[in-house]
């Protein structure tokens, strides 16, 4: 997709350049002059041609002839359409990708891993609601809410995501829990630091906990468990309104 949006910039950026360098042709004034030359720029009514010899002509477009002063008009109207794709093509291509808050970047390390143990950018999760799940495997009420978790956050995964952090007894049990349960979000290393802290922060006593915080890392909800059990379908929208 990357590599299709930048060829796609690039052709447009190409086009761009090739457009606005128009060919040399013939202008014809109102007062029935000629000359050949190269339009370079139009703009409030100014026309700057430029000749063979590199001299720079600059006339009112209406001492052109009519039909000279449509080609003006049209060459501006496409340069004027050109560029506005352009710029929405880099838009598109991630120049202006929502960065993560400073709140959260107080939360999280630089780098999280996904569900296959990848290191992944905790950027990732910029602009969404985070849910930190307090969880393991060896715990049976874990288990049990873990699915309806699961189908939440599939659900929802536009505006919200969940980082696991783990109470199970070693990092190949932590991978297994969230192969098992189909848990595509992500996770924090096992029993790190950044882990330890989340869970002092939060005051943590018991699993499974579900800690709901807005995208600029303020904690929305505490009792994002009972929450998503008891009022799935209008969680969401109630977490947005308290952010």
Request: charged share 25%; glycine share 6%; proline share 4%.
């Amino acid at each position: 997709m990357l590599r299709k949006t930048i060829f796609h910039l690039s052709f447009l950026l190409f086009w761009t350049a090739v457009f606005l360098k128009a060919e040399t042709r013939k202008w014809t004034s109102s007062s029935g002059t000629s000359m050949n030359a190269e339009l370079i720029d139009f703009s409030n009514r100014i026309v700057i041609l430029k000749s063979s010899a590199g001299k720079k002509i600059t006339l009112t477009i209406d001492q052109l002839i009519p039909s000279d002063q449509n080609f003006v008009q049209n060459w501006a109207a496409q340069k004027n359409n050109l560029s506005k794709k352009t710029i929405s093509s880099k838009k598109k291509g991630g120049e202006n990708k929502v960065a993560l808050s400073a709140g959260m970047t107080d939360l999280l390390p630089s780098k999280l891993l996904d569900s296959n143990g990848k290191e992944v950018s905790s950027e990732i999760l910029a602009g969404k609601m985070v849910g930190f799940y307090f969880s393991a495997h060896w715990c049976p009420p874990c288990r049990g809410f873990t699915p309806s978790l699961v189908d939440f956050r599939d659900k929802n995964k536009k505006d919200f995501e969940v980082v696991f952090v783990s109470s199970d007894k070693s990092p190949d049990a932590q991978m297994n829990y969230m192969k098992e349960m189909k848990m595509k979000w992500y996770t924090l290393p096992h029993r790190s630091d950044e882990a330890n802290k989340l869970s002092k922060k939060y005051g943590v006593r018991g699993i499974p906990a579900l800690i709901i915080v807005s995208p600029e890392g303020k904690t929305i909800s505490k009792n994002g468990r009972s929450e998503v059990g008891s009022n799935p379908k209008e969680s969401i929208e109630i977490w947005k309104k308290s952010s």
